[in-house]
């Protein structure tokens, strides 16, 4: 009696769960697809209902400056932090996993601090710290700042894969004759790549839609695509907006997508190199 | 760097230089001193085993020749050069891991090509070479497979074929056995054995092992806690143990303390705690404490020849078909291991048997353990640390 009592009831929170969840998914996922949708309706305004298909919105885009330079700006940006963040989060991961030093512990803290503290209370801070200093808001200055944003991730991400490299690869090779720079750039990076590659691509991400932080520290006068996108807001919804949005949906999800995709098939492909090659 | 390690090598005969040589080495991992006092010289050619229980610094020893520890004091040289401030890619060494380490982004080919590699040898010749070496580990042909397409063994072989392919000064293998199962296992034993005598190379095995250690050795060094017990051939480490430990460590020998009654000059009567007596070969002041090892292999139970006696009655049986092990109560709580030939009957459990076994079948140790050399024929170089080993004769 009590067991079948029980069934039904686990039937139900199954049922609910599962319902819950879909509830969950649809709240996140439909505004993407309203936006993605609405980019292509002929209407002169930002909503629902559709009167037609058109690209126009997107050829607005092409010919508005300001987005123009905003997306160079924020590209830039992201690639160049991308670039710095993997470079020293590369170092920094294996200077933990590898090395014993004083002040390993407090390293470690203050690398992944960042991705703990809000970003609204390290954009203050560190817009406060400039001015303390009286330096003026420079692009330098904003890419630093989301150089510390990536880094957490970076390390976080290389960290894991450099503590699954064991010591003994890196061993074998110097007994072989490496010197250790060798061994690091045969042994160890190649095996590392996975997660570099990963990093990079997310450090990508991280500074390319980064909206609070960017606001704090951009200098006068210089744009980025997500506070491009605020100030447009601003003034009005217009369907412009949604046609900016679904490109930023396609850089963020597609640029480590396609990473993804060549990394797999450079590997591949290095495979069977080697199979021909021998 | 690469002509140095082209020459053939120079036949070993004659050679008086040690390959490897332990001058009162220390190793300490921060406050803990893992080896003491550690000296040991080995002859070009030979293959030596450390033979030790866990933690008793085998593998921080042999991480030492490569310069993967530092050592604390004392000096290491190679091929009579001193390798103190010698980094590791330029100290010419074979290494072979338990868990094999193999490069698993590289396939074999590469695998065993890295050393060549590094050794500026031309291309040809390195085709060459690890061709040469997969044949000699038997998997020729396999130059296009990942590790992770190969077997443990088969893996093993190739960490092998890597490590000797550019004639390393010498070869060091930390338990490269244990992580195989049993059947590999013995034939990578025969295996191994087989290629250090083939390419003459100087080996220095790591194990804890004892039947690894006693099959594939020329000389075995025994540690405990650091330090080393005895070193000596495969024969002179089972049959004279020099200390109490060794004794127990290798084949887990009988060991019956006693005191000694009477000594006539030739011969000695010793009374056993366990109320027996034995005689052994030998001079010794009465009242002096001593304990008397007799491997299990060496007593003889039921039909009893001659030597000494002892009574007892059996507590178990192992039959093994052709051995048979008892476990038998000799008095005053002393039980004694024998493992015999079968002839006859075998004993029951609960039967009062008589054992026996040659008054030279035995080694008397004092009571600080060390083995008292007084058997005769029985001189050995046991605890000779600095002298040379050299290659068993076969
Ligand atoms: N990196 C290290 N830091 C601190 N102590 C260490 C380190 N490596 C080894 N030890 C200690 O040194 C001692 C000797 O270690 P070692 O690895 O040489 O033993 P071993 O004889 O090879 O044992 P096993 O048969 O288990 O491999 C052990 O007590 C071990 O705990
Ligand atoms: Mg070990």
């Known amino acids: ?278 | 760097m690469a002509d140095t390690n082209q020459t053939p090598r120079p036949e070993t005969a004659g050679e008086t230089r040690p390959a490897v040589e332990f001058r009162d080495i220390s190793i300490a991992y921060g406050s803990f001193v893992a080896v003491r006092d550690f000296s040991l010289a080995i002859a070009k050619g030979s293959f030596v085993t450390l033979l030790g229980p866990s933690g008793c610094g085998k593998t921080t020893i042999l991480r030492s020749i490569a310069g993967l520890v530092d050592i604390s004091a004392g000096q290491i040289s190679i091929g009579g050069k001193r390798v103190d401030d010698v980094p590791i890619y330029k100290r010419n060494i074979g290494l072979v891991f338990q868990s094999y380490a193999l490069f698993p982004h590289k396939n074999v080919f590469d695998n065993v090509a890295f050393g060549l590699k590094y050794r500026n040898v031309p291309k040809p010749e390195i085709a060459r070479k690890v061709a040469q070496a997969l044949e000699m580990v038997r998997l020729p042909g396999s130059e296009r497979k990942l590790p992770s397409q190969l077997s443990g063994g088969q893996q093993q072989r190739i960490a092998l074929a890597r490590a000797i392919v550019f004639e390393p000064e010498v070869l060091l293998l930390d338990e490269p056995l244990s992580a195989l199962d049993a059947n590999m296992r013995e034939e990578m034993r025969v295996e191994i054995k087989k290629i250090q005598k083939a390419t003459g190379i100087t080996a220095i095995f790591v194990t804890h092992d004892q039947e690894e250690a006693l099959s594939m050795s020329d000389q075995i060094v025994v540690m405990n806690a650091g330090r080393m017990e005895q070193i000596g051939s495969p024969e002179q480490v089972y049959e004279a143990p020099a200390t109490g430990f060794v004794a127990d460590f290798l084949g887990k020998a009988n060991m019956l303390p006693g005191i000694v009654s009477s000594s006539d000059g030739a011969r000695t009567t010793i009374a056993l705690a366990a109320g027996q007596t034995v005689s052994v070969a030998a001079a010794l002041p009465p009242g002096r404490a001593v304990t008397v090892v007799v491997r299990p292999q060496k007593l003889s139970v039921g039909a009893v020849p001659s030597g000494n006696r002892l009574t007892g009655r059996v507590v178990s049986t192992s039959y093994l078909g052709g051995n048979a092990i008892y476990e038998i109560d000799i008095g005053g709580g002393t039980t004694i291991r024998a493992n015999t030939q079968i002839s006859g009957p075998v004993a029951a459990e609960g039967q009062t048997v008589e054992l026996a076994f040659d008054a030279a079948a035995c080694v008397l140790l004092d009571e600080h353990g060390q083995r008292i050399p007084v058997l005769p024929g029985r001189q050995s170089n046991a605890k000779t640390s600095s002298a040379s080993t050299s290659p068993r004769q076969q």
């Not at chain 1, 987005?67 to 170092?91: E, H, K, P």
């Not at chain 1, 030093?101 to 991705?115: D, N, R, W, Y």
Request: hydrophobic share 55%; net charge positive.
């Open chain 1, 1 to 278: 009696m009590t067991a079948r009592r029980g069934n039904t009831e686990g039937r139900l929170a199954w049922r609910m769960t599962g319902i819950i969840t879909l509830c969950v998914y649809i709240f996140l996922f439909a505004p993407i697809v309203a936006t993605v949708v609405l980019s292509f309706n002929d209407s002169m305004f930002g909503g629902f209902p559709m009167t037609g298909f058109s690209f126009r919105w997107y050829a607005k885009l092409w010919e508005n400056e300001q987005v123009l330079a905003a997306f160079q700006t924020s590209l830039w940006i992201a690639l160049v932090t991308a670039t710095v963040t993997t470079a020293i989060g590369l170092v920094t991961a294996f200077a933990l996993v590898r090395f014993e030093f004083a002040g390993k512990e407090l390293l470690s803290t203050l690398v992944i601090l960042p991705a703990l503290v809000p970003e609204t209370i390290l954009g203050v801070g560190l817009l406060v710290a400039i001015k303390a200093v009286d330096q003026p808001r420079t692009l330098p200055l904003l890419v630093l700042g989301h150089i510390l944003l990536a880094l957490p991730y970076v390390v976080l991400i290389v960290q894991a894969r450099m503590v699954g490299i064991r010591r003994i690869y890196d061993e074998a090779a110097l007994s072989l004759g490496a010197t250790r720079l060798q061994s690091f750039r045969e042994i160890t990076l190649p095996l590392l790549i996975p997660a570099v590659v990963a990093g990079a691509l997310l450090a990508f991400t991280i500074s390319f839609d980064n909206t609070s932080a960017s606001l704090f520290w951009r200098p006068a006068g210089v744009e980025t695509m997500p506070t491009q996108i605020l100030s447009m807001l601003k003034i009005s919804i217009s369907p412009e907006i949604n046609a900016l949005g679904t490109v930023m949906i396609l850089v963020t999800v597609g640029i480590p997508l396609v990473g993804g995709i060549v990394l797999q098939s450079l590997s591949r492909m290095k495979r069977r190199d080697q199979q021909r090659e021998t």
